[in-house]
Nanobody, 124 residues
């Protein structure tokens, strides 16, 4: 069974850091491009970071560039999202997605394989 499980979310003060993990089972993460997306309530989903399986190049939304870092640990079959200098506007449910392509920015429709999400709340 193909499954993605996110963890590492929580409550953090502005300026703080969190590291999200995306663990895969049933398939090898390195065979896919992995993206991190976020969504606030019923608003549009946004791709914030991705790492390509073909060359491990990484891509980021302008809103997180310089603050977030996506990385992959093939031995653990896990992808991470290190989030530094967090802002209240980073508050959202964060999802990891396995797909063929990197998608950055607002996205619509169904695509890829999604985890269940992890809540990140940035508040004083």
């Amino acid at each position: 069974q193909v499954q993605l499980v996110e963890s590492g979310g929580g409550l953090v003060q502005p300026g703080g850091s969190l590291r999200l993990s995306c663990a895969a089972s049933g398939f090898t993460l390195d065979d896919y491009t992995i993206g991190w997306f976020r969504q606030v309530s019923e608003k549009e989903r946004e791709g914030v970071a991705c790492i390509r399986n073909s060359d491990s190049n990484t891509y980021y939304a302008d809103s997180v560039k310089g603050r977030f870092t996506i990385s992959r640990d093939n031995a653990k079959n896990t992808v991470y999202l290190q989030m530094n200098s967090l802002k209240p506007e980073d508050t959202a449910v964060y999802y990891c997605v396995a797909d063929e392509f990197c998608l950055i920015g607002p996205v619509k429709g169904d695509f890829g394989s999604w985890g269940q999400g992890t809540q990140v709340t940035v508040s004083a």
